[in-house]
């Protein structure tokens, strides 16, 4: 559920005009909701960032994340590679 | 990597079951279809969190954890605060909490901020940060209040970016 809520609250973020982007481990949920752009990270739930403590790994992914900003095939929704 | 067989049974037939497709992208919602693209470089952006990880400081009222619906309010985080003093509240046992407590940054990653606008990589940190829980059944709430005033207040605060992260 956390993901649905993710998508929503992310679509009325970006209809303010604010450019957002999500992180999702679920991506059977994140195809139904589409929220504009999504970078589908392969760790288990409760582990978004990738590792705690692993302040290399999480730096990656949110530079992956941010990357998609540019994008502008929207909706986006691409896999983190490691 | 998570995936739907990851969740216990029930959790996962009530996803299954659960009408998703309510809530996809539709023509007639200005909202669902609303996309900004990015008008500055990533260096001159300023960068807020939004978490449903359920986070929440010891002043403030923890998530409401028994309505069944989920809480669909959220709090307000400084960004002058430290990722590890924040609590966890989370209705939901589906995940695996132990990362979280070890390392807030695994969801709220504003340490790393610090050091990405410390490099020049990002141009500022947003005053506010959002949390919510994220096991909201019933979204009608979210939809129509809490997302929209969060939004509100980060336009307010003239943020650029919002990444957003769920559990």
Not at chain 2, 15 to 27: I, N, Q
Not at chain 2, 30 to 55: E, H, N
Request: proline share 8%; aromatic share 6%.
């Amino acid at each position: 559920m956390c993901h649905q809520s993710v998508g929503l609250i992310q679509r009325a973020i970006e209809y303010t005009g604010i450019t957002t982007v999500s992180l999702s481990l679920l991506r059977e949920i994140t195809e139904k909701i589409r929220p504009p752009r999504a970078l589908f990270v392969s760790f288990p739930l409760g582990y978004p960032l990738g590792e705690a403590n692993n302040t290399e790994l999480q730096t990656r992914i949110i530079r992956a994340a941010l990357a998609l900003l540019s994008r502008t095939d929207i909706p986006v929704l691409e896999a983190y590679s490691l | 990597m998570a995936r739907l067989e990851d969740i216990d049974l029930a959790e996962r037939l009530f996803l299954k079951g659960y009408p998703f497709s309510r809530y996809a992208p539709r023509p007639g919602d200005p909202v669902s279809m609303a996309v900004a693209p990015l008008r500055k470089p990533l260096p001159q952006c300023k960068v807020a969190l939004i978490t449903t990880a359920g986070l929440s400081l010891a002043d403030q009222p923890p998530f409401d954890t028994r309505n069944r619906m989920g809480d669909s309010s959220f709090r307000e985080i400084s960004a002058r605060i430290s990722p590890q003093m924040l609590e966890m509240n989370h209705r939901s046992w589906a995940f695996d909490q132990t990362g979280i407590l070890r390392d807030r940054n695994l969801v709220f990653p504003l340490d790393r901020l610090w050091e990405m606008q410390e490099r020049g990589e990002i141009g500022a940190i947003a005053p506010r940060h959002y949390s919510f829980m994220g096991s909201i059944i019933g979204p009608s709430r979210l939809i129509k209040e809490s997302a929209p005033e969060v939004a509100r207040r980060l336009a307010a605060d003239q943020v650029d970016i919002a990444l957003l992260t769920p559990v």
